[in-house]
């Protein structure tokens, strides 16, 4: 019985050291794989945090500007930056809203819009004075860089930063490119809205042709095609309203839907202005204030 003592105490320190020692292991591993999980989460926020726009410059491919054109293109040179900058600000603080095409729909898309019109107004006021260059558009479209740059940008795709505006095409040349733009397309409702009550909902903009008379005959086809544009940039937006329901945040339908759409009619009334400037007569007051449109309920 004495030595049995001894023994049995033998065994139970044996087998206590092993579950002790299980127990370190398994605390060694978890720590492990939990330092693995936290470094793998900082390296994915810094990928996402290293994203920014990318643009194409613009002010080294203008021709030369006249003097009386200086103030307003320069204007709106200090404006695509102001754009850009807002983009980025957006991208920064939009990470893990919407779906997989979030940042195309919701900041590329309505970026390239945007630098489309303010391009669109620097070659007008260009060609108020001078001969109006062309090929100004194939600025405006923008890419992610850094980080996972591939990520997201959908049917943006790159500019050719290379591209170098050409004196002098049509007005109907720029009228046709910022229809074809839809860039924004699949911009989303208010996420916080409900998909009955956002189906309800259309978009009602100012009606431009009751507020043009005395339009000059040789500018009447070019006002007519501008105005029909109107109605195509409407109908676009209201389309891509009733099929985007529960994208994005609580601004989405303006900065996706609403905003750009300003920004295409805004280009599009600048257009109407100029085609009476043409002929020597003066577009009638106002019309710039009939650019914002807002959401109604059927």
Same mark, same amino acid.
């Given at each position: 019985?004495?030595?049995?003592?001894?023994?049995?105490?033998?065994?139970?320190?044996?087998?206590?050291?092993?579950?002790?020692?299980?127990?370190?292991?398994?605390?060694?591993?978890?720590?492990?794989?939990?330092?693995?999980?936290?470094?793998?989460?900082?390296?994915?926020?810094?990928?996402?945090?290293?994203?920014?726009?990318?643009?194409?410059?613009?002010?080294?491919?203008?021709?030369?500007?006249?003097?009386?054109?200086?103030?307003?293109?320069?204007?709106?040179?200090?404006?695509?930056?102001?754009?850009?900058?807002?983009?980025?600000?957006?991208?920064?603080?939009?990470?893990?809203?919407?779906?997989?095409?979030?940042?195309?729909?919701?900041?590329?898309?309505?970026?390239?819009?945007?630098?489309?019109?303010?391009?669109?107004?620097?070659?007008?006021?260009?060609?108020?004075?001078?001969?109006?260059?062309?090929?100004?558009?194939?600025?405006?479209?923008?890419?992610?860089?850094?980080?996972?740059?591939?990520?997201?940008?959908?049917?943006?795709?790159?500019?050719?930063?290379?591209?170098?505006?050409?004196?002098?095409?049509?007005?109907?040349?720029?009228?046709?490119?910022? *229809? +074809? $733009?839809? &860039?924004?397309? !699949?911009?989303? #409702?208010? @996420? =916080?809205?409900?998909?009955?009550? %956002?189906?309800?909902?259309?978009?009602?903009?100012?009606?431009?042709?009751?507020?043009?008379?005395?339009?000059?005959?040789?500018?009447?086809?070019?006002?007519?095609?501008?105005?029909?544009?109107?109605?195509?940039?409407?109908?676009?937006?209201?389309?891509?309203?009733?099929?985007?329901?529960?994208?994005?945040?609580?601004?989405?339908?303006?900065?996706?839907?609403?905003?750009?759409?300003?920004?295409?009619?805004?280009?599009?009334?600048?257009?109407?202005?100029?085609?009476?400037?043409? *002929? +020597? $007569?003066? &577009?009638?007051? !106002?019309?710039? #204030?009939? @650019? =914002?449109?807002?959401?109604?309920? %059927?």
């Amino acid at each position: 019985m004495s030595r049995g003592l001894p023994l049995l105490h033998r065994r139970r320190i044996l087998v206590s050291g092993a579950i002790g020692g299980i127990t370190c292991a398994a605390v060694v591993v978890g720590a492990a794989m939990a330092g693995q999980d936290d470094g793998s989460g900082d390296a994915n926020a810094s990928t996402k945090a290293a994203q920014t726009i990318s643009c194409p410059a613009v002010a080294g491919s203008l021709p030369e500007i006249p003097a009386e054109a200086r103030a307003e293109v320069d204007r709106n040179l200090a404006l695509l930056d102001t754009q850009i900058a807002e983009a980025d600000k957006r991208l920064g603080t939009s990470q893990g809203e919407g779906g997989p095409n979030f940042v195309q729909n919701a900041i590329l898309g309505p970026l390239a819009d945007k630098r489309k019109s303010t391009l669109d107004r620097i070659a007008i006021s260009i060609g108020r004075r001078a001969e109006k260059p062309t090929g100004l558009d194939a600025l405006a479209e923008c890419t992610l860089s850094g980080g996972e740059a591939g990520a997201g940008t959908g049917a943006g795709g790159e500019a050719d930063s290379g591209a170098t505006p050409t004196a002098a095409a049509s007005e109907p040349a720029d009228g046709g490119a910022e *229809q +074809g $733009s839809g &860039a924004e397309q !699949g911009g989303g #409702a208010d @996420a =916080g809205s409900g998909t009955d009550e %956002g189906s309800a909902q259309t978009i009602s903009c100012p009606d431009v042709a009751s507020k043009i008379s005395g339009v000059p005959a040789a500018a009447q086809a070019e006002v007519d095609r501008n105005l029909a544009l109107l109605d195509t940039q409407i109908a676009e937006a209201d389309k891509r309203l009733g099929t985007s329901q529960g994208e994005g945040g609580p601004n989405f339908v303006q900065n996706a839907i609403l905003g750009p759409l300003k920004d295409k009619r805004a280009s599009t009334i600048d257009r109407i202005e100029l085609s009476f400037s043409r *002929q +020597g $007569s003066t &577009a009638p007051s !106002g019309l710039d #204030a009939l @650019a =914002g449109c807002s959401l109604t309920s %059927g």
